[in-house]
Structure formats: structure tokens, C-alpha cells
């Protein structure tokens, strides 16, 4: 029976509640305890799916399809731990399976209230898989007091009730602010969260304090007077140069240990942490540095490429190298000449995206990394903009083009060497999708199978040729421009196992040339770095020894 913690946030959202989570799971893994966690979002969205980058960041897909939250992606680096659908629920979900049980009877025409039925909904789900793991780790999203928030609230206040004593704590993460004109660090705002907490029935048994600065020893007793938690369950939570740092900045304030001891676990096991001083190492003690130019829609935020970035680093750690990666908005490129922006950068990566908008500028920069024989990673969109490139300017198609932009533009004006995907295969079953479907949940997500060619350059980075990668994507290369784009050296080196849908080309001729229509990024870790952008980055780094 698995223990649980409920980790909540006060005074001002976007305090890393993700990040303290995923830290907690690597610190309780590294003592030899099985876990998993999840994130209870109370926004009214079913999903992330349809939300913008720049309102949510990126979207995290998980084996089995699921697009959810970005902080799923933290789960996952920093515990190796496979996200499941069963990890995200947001609010929309919950409602809608409420209402959906309501219009079948399943409530024997009771009146359907918040409580009990939506709470219940959510303990159920908080339930799941609870026989499986020895720490279950539940993030609420938002801060204490949001009125969306409110059920969550008082349904993780109910599962406290309903299990055992002793097997249940809950762990709130608030911000202590610094006054510069009085040199003091503010405890009030953390009274006030947890008064807010306690209004509604929930008493924190640890406090995760946000700090720039040092917390003094009567500040930490303050609190634990002010808020009922042992002055040892203070745990302060400074600023780090990198989110790696955490698992040991935790460790060293007692994060871990007041875990267990709130769960009354003696002798507490040693924690074995040789994987995240490695991690540490590697970091910190990088022997060069390379360049790395993204080029992508949603450069204004740099969480819509969250994984993006992290998988990067852990390329960069793989070779011992620090990667400066730099966001440049493609637009520019359809306006002005890319050379100038690009020339200084040691490797091109161009992400996924949706919609028209700076897709010829990604065409542009493929064309570029192609020609000045740099080193290219395209991700989904990115792998279709370097195939369109390639049509166009070695396959003559000049008219190369995408079915989604003519959708978008209500009028045909391409050749549709890319194409809106209406069935394909998923396990046994066929899966068949309309263009004017809901968007919600539409795309081929989660995990597919691809055969890589024998002696193919991604044959040799994964060392094999059957992969299985997670997709995310509506629109797939046509492979009826096969032949035609292979004869000009454009190699489809990754198939479905139908032989249908393109997966990976690249060009042999190439120092690294290679486009993916899955997201890699999604499955890098800090302790096992995606072989692909292990060697994007060490190719990169050769880049770098011969300017």
C-alpha cells in the first residue's frame, strides 16, 4: 500500500512545485523506494492538447498517448519513471466523466454535487495503481485559494481522512520574499498560506520555503511556530544554476529525511546519490562549449520546448560539453537572409509546431544547415520542413508544400509532399481521423514502432534497427516522393512497420543531416541521454574543433 504526498503551493504560482516533486521521487528512489507522481491540474481544459504554447508551454506525450502537463517531463527525467495517462487529470476531465456517468444513470437520478461526486472522482483517480509503488507523489496545481482549485483541495483533505493514519502528509511550497530596503526576509506571506490551507482543513506537515537568501535560524522557528510544522520540516529552497542541483540542494536541507520522518520510517535507509553527483560532474565541469540555434515559432517562451532544451543539456553532459542553446523566432528568415544569424552556430535544430506561420523561414534554415553542411536536427515539423526544402530545391517541386497550410488557407497552392494523416495502424487496430474532427486528442500520440535501414547513419546511433519513439503529430511525408527525393540523396532510413509512413530520413553524404517525425526529446534523461541528441551534440562539438 503505496504512502502518499500531497505537495501544494501558496502565495504565487510558478515556485516549482514540479521541480520539488520530481527531486523528492530521485531523493526517495536513491533510498531504495519505488515511486510514482502526478500532477492534479484545476484548470477546465480536458487536456493540454489544444492549449497554446505560449499560454501553457510545452505539451508532455507519454507511451500511451496522453498529452499532458510539462512538469510530467520533469517526472520523468528525474526518475526514469514512464508517465501514464493514469498521471495527468486536470478539472475538465474530471467533469466530463461526471457528466458523462450522470447521462448514462450511473447516479440513479441523484443530484450531482461537487461533493461527493466530483470529489470522488478525484480520490478515485488519486487511487489508481496505488498497490503498485511505495511513494505516491501528487502535485496540485495553482496555489491555495484558487477558486477552480477548491475540489482538489477538498478531495486530497478527504483521502487524508480515509486512509490510515500515518499514510498521508502533506508537503506546501510557498515563497519567502526579500525586502531589500529593510534587509529581511517576510514570513508573513507563508503564515497566511497555510492559515489559507488550514481554513479548509489541511495541515502541512512540511513547508518548502522559496528563498534568494539564506534563511536564518529564526526565521525557520518563526515559521514552524507560526504554521504547527517541527522546525526540522523547514526546508528552505534556494535558487540553482541548474535544475540538476536540486536532488542534492534537497538532500542537504533534509528534504528526504523529513519525508520519512513524517511518515515515522526508522531507521531510515541511506540514500545512494553517486548518480546525481555524476549528473553534478558532468554539469559543472564541462570541458568545452558548443552553439546550438533553435529555430522555431514559439521563441518567446522557452517552456513551449521545455524537453527540447533538457535533452540538449543531456547531450551536452553525454559529451562532456555545456550546449548554449539560443532561440531564434523563424519568421525572421522569411523576411531576411538567414546567414548572418546562423553562421556562428555550431548546429541547426528546428522543433514541431503547428500552423503555417514561420514555416518558410524553417525551410530556409534546413536549406542553410544543408548547404553549409552544419549540422540539422529536425523534430516533426522540422523533419517535414527539410523534406519540403529538399523537394523543392533538388527534387524540382518547387511547389513542395504542406496539406495543412492549404487547409489553413481555405485554398490549394502546394504539391502536398506533406499530407493530413486520415488512418493509420496502432497496435492491432486501425485508427481513422476527419480533418474537420475536434482537435482534442485527434493526432497519432504515444509510442510507435519504427524499422531503421541496415548501415543507416540512426541504425548506428541507436545501435539497432527496430526503435520505438512518442509521436505527436497530424500531418505525415508523403511516401510517394520516395524514390524521387532518394535519388537526390534524401534517404527514408526509418519506416512504420507497414512500410507507410516515414519516420526518419536523413542524408548519408552529410556530416549529420537527420529529421524525425517522433519527438526523441521526450523520453532524454540527465542519467541516460537520447542517443540522438548525444550525437547531434557530439557532432556538433567536432563543428566546433575545426572553426
Partial sequence: MARFVFITGGVVSSLGKGLASAALGALLQARGFSVRLRKLDPYLNVDPGTMSPFEHGEVFVTDDGAETDLDLGHYERFTGVAARATDSVSSGRIYSTVLEKERRGDYLGKTIQVI????NEI?????????????????????VGDIEGLPFFEAIRQFGQDKPRGQCIFMHLTLLPYIAASGELKTKPTQHSVKEL???????????????????????????????????????????KSIYEAPLAYHREGLDQAVLDAFQISPAPKPDLSRWHDVYDRIFHAEGEVRVAIVG??????????????????????????????????????????????????????????????????IRAAQFAREREIPYLGICLGMQMAVIEAARNLAQLPDAGSEEFDHEAGQKRFTPVVYHLKEWVQGNQTVARKADDDKGGTMRLGAYTAN????????????????????RHRYEVDIRYREKLEEQGLCF???????????????????????????????????????LFADFVRAAKEVERLV
Wanted: some cysteine; glycine content about 10%.
Fill in 452 to 471: 531503421l535501414s541496415a548501415g543507416s547513419r540512426v541504425a548506428g546511433i541507436y545501435g539497432a534497427t527496430v526503435i520505438e519513439e512518442r509521436h
Fill in 123 to 143: 480520490k478515485d483517480f488519486i487511487s489508481i495503481g496505488e498497490d503498485e509503488v511505495d511513494f505516491m507523489l501528487c502535485e496540485i496545481g495553482g496555489t
Fill in 116 to 119: 461527493p461526486h466530483v470529489t
Fill in 198 to 240: 488550514r481554513s479548509i482543513g489541511i495541515a502541512p506537515d512540511i513547508l518548502v520555503c522559496r528563498s534568494e537568501r539564506p534563511i536564518p535560524q529564526k526565521e525557520r522557528e518563526k515559521l514552524a511556530l507560526f504554521c504547527n510544522v517541527r522546525s526540522d520540516s523547514v526546508i528552505a529552497a534556494y535558487d540553482l
Fill in 297 to 362: 515559432k514559439y521563441t518567446q517562451l522557452e517552456d513551449a520546448y521545455k524537453s527540447i532544451a533538457e535533452a540538449l543539456t543531456h547531450g551536452g553532459m553525454a559529451n562532456r560539453v555545456k550546449v548554449r542553446a539560443e532561440w531564434i523566432d523563424a519568421e525572421i528568415f522569411e523576411r531576411e537572409d538567414p546567414a548572418p544569424y546562423l553562421e556562428g552556430f555550431h548546429a541547426i535544430l528546428v522543433p514541431g509546431g503547428f500552423g503555417e506561420r514561420g514555416t518558410e523561414g524553417k
Fill in 493 to 531: 532510413s526509418g519506416m512504420s512497420p507497414d512500410g507507410r509512413l516515414p519516420e526518419i530520413v536523413e542524408i548519408a553524404d552529410h556530416p549529420w543531416f537527420i529529421g524525425v517525425q517522433f519527438h526523441p526529446e521526450l523520453k532524454s534523461k540527465p542519467f541516460d541521454p537520447h542517443p
